[in-house]
């Protein structure tokens, strides 16, 4: 009996390839049915479901763009989140719907790029889709996600502005006297640096020192997390 409970429990892993350069890994796990009541589908409902990103790339500036395509055998109208990770955080997130079998992002930059190789990210959740989508989905997966790698080139002149600021308030936070006017100038400089920066690693670097900032404005500053932090946004921004 046990044998047979444990056998309309399936874990199905599917990686495949992109035609490109570019290639989408799948895990997907099914545990449950999406309204979380804990009942498992049958075997001969069970559907395999696949997504693959099959392109990432920004087009040059001026009038940079990122574009994401991929394809999947979703039902129409999945709601998908595609984000582009570096440093380990989602510095960018947008959502696009399934069409046919495949889905799209086309978003223009909104700040500078700095060089590097970040991941792009396409995520499916049961959780996040409509009602009707859940419906046409039956048992099948509650989550399913693809990466790739995006490669940005070096732009030098960029990298130099970007790596003299941040060098510049990391160099005074770790000499910042107790003046909480100093310490909101610091913080306007570092938001403005935030801003400006679209697919850049060194955002992270620019929230660590905020979080930094942030210490320092404690009536009992804890030197050693404050210590911390800053050594983080030092190492974050390559300098």
């Known amino acids: 009996?046990?044998?047979?409970?444990?056998?309309?429990?399936?874990?199905?892993?599917?990686?495949?390839?992109?035609?490109?350069t570019v290639g989408g890994v799948i895990a997907a796990k099914l545990l449950s049915a999406p309204d979380g009541s804990g009942a498992t589908a049958p075997r001969d409902q069970v559907v395999r479901r696949s997504l693959e990103l099959t392109s990432a790339t920004v087009t040059p500036a001026p009038g940079s763009r990122l574009k994401v395509s991929g394809r999947t055998d979703l039902v129409d109208g999945a709601l998908l989140e595609v984000a582009v990770l570096g440093g380990g955080t989602d510095l960018?997130?947008?959502?696009?719907?399934?069409?046919?079998?495949?889905?799209?992002?086309?978003?223009?930059?909104?700040?500078?790029?700095?060089?590097?190789?970040?991941?792009?990210?396409?995520?499916?959740?049961?959780?996040?889709?409509?009602?009707?989508?859940?419906?046409?989905?039956?048992y099948e997966h509650r989550s399913l996600s693809a990466h790739a790698p995006l490669f940005l080139p070096p732009s030098a002149t960029t990298a130099a502005?970007?790596?003299?600021?941040?060098?510049?308030?990391?160099?005074?936070?770790?000499?910042?006297?107790?003046?909480?006017?100093?310490i909101d100038e610091l913080d306007r400089r570092a938001v403005a640096l935030g801003r400006r920066l679209w697919l850049a690693e060194e955002r992270v670097a620019v929230?660590?020192?905020?979080?930094?900032?942030?210490?320092?404005?404690?009536?009992?500053?804890?030197?050693?997390?404050?210590?911390?932090?800053?050594?983080?946004?030092?190492?974050l921004s390559k300098l």
């Open 1 to 20: 009996m046990n044998d047979a409970r444990r056998s309309n429990r399936l874990l199905v892993i599917a990686s495949t390839f992109g035609l490109t």
């Open 92 to 138: 960018l997130v947008t959502r696009t719907s399934v069409r046919a079998g495949s889905f799209e992002v086309d978003t223009p930059a909104t700040g500078d790029t700095t060089t590097g190789t970040y991941t792009v990210v396409a995520r499916f959740a049961i959780e996040a889709q409509a009602p009707s989508v859940r419906d046409a989905l039956s």
């Open 161 to 182: 502005v970007i790596k003299d600021e941040l060098r510049s308030l990391i160099d005074s936070a770790n000499q910042l006297p107790r003046d909480p006017s100093m």
């Open 207 to 235: 929230m660590k020192l905020r979080q930094a900032l942030e210490e320092a404005r404690r009536p009992e500053v804890r030197r050693a997390e404050l210590d911390r932090l800053l050594v983080e946004a030092h190492t």
